[in-house]
């Protein structure tokens, strides 16, 4: 059941008009989508508590903007047009969309949506960036809660093309519509759920994909580097254009899903996987974080970013999804140009 629009709220600005966008928390995620807002030629305000968040999120658009150059940057695009506000009420005043993406904590995403929605301006629409809580379990003690919800995106943000769009029990729908046209015209491919899942779609793969890892290494059954190569040198290649199931289909030949389904489907149910997560002790905490270091090989961080940052960029150009050559230069509103990362 969702609740009806609440009558008191203004609708917000049409999703094409928008020109001011504040971000509040500005860690990995926040200063992601501070990166991406900016070089799709937003005016961004962006709040954090912590004392050194300014210079962190200043480095971090600094690392990504070459990568968004790129990608091809919006008419009039710049780092310039990131303002850092002193409170959080500064940040989301002259608000026209909000993105949180705050720590992963319940009852701070509850808090936090409330003095949001408090502060914003009304009918405003405020998306979270929570990785899986329901926005109906965080939407309880906002005054407005039909203007909040879920927009789950991909790290890093601004390169990863997904955002995954629900709402809770008390979310407008039309709300809910607003904020998939306008990550659509800011330049994102959306996925708009239509009821609340845990962890939504791609998280409860990647979970799922993520706990067999952990129990791997827990048993000493695979390294750190044998598992990511086993993804980075088999299936991952064909996922970044052909999802999970119709790519199983081709592995049926002729007779596609219906000869997979009657060729494989009794092993099913053979036991290849725990699904059960593993428990996180230190041993397998060490492990994990040692394997990690040795698969670097000595590469940085901010080396392993540039990498990833480029290996994304040739995927989405091989891929037919970034205009040859890059340096497209649009107006945001033309969400239809041709290459549009969707
Ligand atoms: N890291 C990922 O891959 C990923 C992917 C998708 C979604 N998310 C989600 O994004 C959100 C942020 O995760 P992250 O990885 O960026 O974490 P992070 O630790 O890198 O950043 C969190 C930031 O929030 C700030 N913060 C702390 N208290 C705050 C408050 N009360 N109000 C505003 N900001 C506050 C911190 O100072 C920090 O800069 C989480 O909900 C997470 O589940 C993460």
């Not at 059960?276 to 394997?291: H, I, N, Q, T």
């Given at each position: 059941m969702t609740a009806p629009p609440s009558a008191s709220s203004p609708a917000p600005r049409p999703p094409e008009a928008v020109r001011r966008v504040a971000c509040v928390g500005a860690g990995v995620i926040g200063g992601g989508w501070v990166a991406h807002f900016l070089a799709r030629g937003y005016d961004v305000t962006a709040w954090d508590p912590a004392p050194d968040a300014e210079e962190k999120l200043r480095r971090l658009v600094d690392a990504a903007w070459p990568a968004l150059e790129q990608l091809g940057l919006a008419?009039?695009?710049?780092?310039?047009?990131l303002t850092v506000a002193p409170t959080l009420q500064d940040a989301v005043a002259g608000a026209e969309f909000v993105q949180e993406s705050a720590p992963e904590k319940l009852e701070l995403k509850r808090s936090l949506l409330a003095e949001l929605d408090a502060a914003a301006p009304p009918g405003v629409v405020i998306a979270s960036s929570t990785s899986g809580y329901p926005m109906s379990d965080m939407?309880?003690?906002?005054?407005?809660?039909?203007?909040l919800l879920v927009g789950h995106p991909f790290n890093p943000p601004y390169l990863i093309p997904l955002v995954e769009v629900v709402g809770g029990r008390s979310t407008d729908p039309e709300a809910v519509a607003w904020a998939s046209r306008f990550y659509e015209v800011a330049g994102k491919s959306v996925i708009t759920m239509d009821r609340e899942l845990p962890g939504f779609i791609a998280n409860r793969l990647q979970e799922a994909l993520w706990r067999e890892a952990l129990h791997m290494v827990a048993n000493g059954e695979a390294s750190v580097r044998d598992i990511d190569d086993s993804i980075t040198e088999g299936p991952g290649l064909r996922w970044a254009f052909m999802g999970p199931c119709l790519t199983f289909a081709l592995a049926?030949?002729?007779?596609g899903m219906a000869h997979m389904l009657d060729h494989?489907?009794?092993?099913?149910?053979?036991?290849?996987?725990?699904?059960?997560?593993?428990?996180?002790d230190s041993a397998l905490r060490d492990a994990m974080v040692d394997g990690c270091d040795e698969a670097a090989g000595g590469r940085s961080i901010a080396q392993l970013v540039a990498e990833r940052d480029q290996g994304v960029i040739d995927v989405l150009r091989a891929t037919g999804r970034l205009p040859h050559g890059g340096g497209r230069h649009t107006d945001r509103g033309d969400a239809t140009v041709e290459g549009e990362t969707r």
């Amino acid at each position: 059941m969702t609740a009806p629009p609440s009558a008191s709220s203004p609708a917000p600005r049409p999703p094409e008009a928008v020109r001011r966008v504040a971000c509040v928390g500005a860690g990995v995620i926040g200063g992601g989508w501070v990166a991406h807002f900016l070089a799709r030629g937003y005016d961004v305000t962006a709040w954090d508590p912590a004392p050194d968040a300014e210079e962190k999120l200043r480095r971090l658009v600094d690392a990504a903007w070459p990568a968004l150059e790129q990608l091809g940057l919006a008419e009039g695009a710049s780092p310039t047009r990131l303002t850092v506000a002193p409170t959080l009420q500064d940040a989301v005043a002259g608000a026209e969309f909000v993105q949180e993406s705050a720590p992963e904590k319940l009852e701070l995403k509850r808090s936090l949506l409330a003095e949001l929605d408090a502060a914003a301006p009304p009918g405003v629409v405020i998306a979270s960036s929570t990785s899986g809580y329901p926005m109906s379990d965080m939407q309880g003690e906002a005054a407005d809660p039909g203007r909040l919800l879920v927009g789950h995106p991909f790290n890093p943000p601004y390169l990863i093309p997904l955002v995954e769009v629900v709402g809770g029990r008390s979310t407008d729908p039309e709300a809910v519509a607003w904020a998939s046209r306008f990550y659509e015209v800011a330049g994102k491919s959306v996925i708009t759920m239509d009821r609340e899942l845990p962890g939504f779609i791609a998280n409860r793969l990647q979970e799922a994909l993520w706990r067999e890892a952990l129990h791997m290494v827990a048993n000493g059954e695979a390294s750190v580097r044998d598992i990511d190569d086993s993804i980075t040198e088999g299936p991952g290649l064909r996922w970044a254009f052909m999802g999970p199931c119709l790519t199983f289909a081709l592995a049926g030949g002729e007779g596609g899903m219906a000869h997979m389904l009657d060729h494989f489907g009794p092993s099913l149910k053979s036991p290849w996987t725990r699904l059960e997560a593993p428990e996180l002790d230190s041993a397998l905490r060490d492990a994990m974080v040692d394997g990690c270091d040795e698969a670097a090989g000595g590469r940085s961080i901010a080396q392993l970013v540039a990498e990833r940052d480029q290996g994304v960029i040739d995927v989405l150009r091989a891929t037919g999804r970034l205009p040859h050559g890059g340096g497209r230069h649009t107006d945001r509103g033309d969400a239809t140009v041709e290459g549009e990362t969707r």
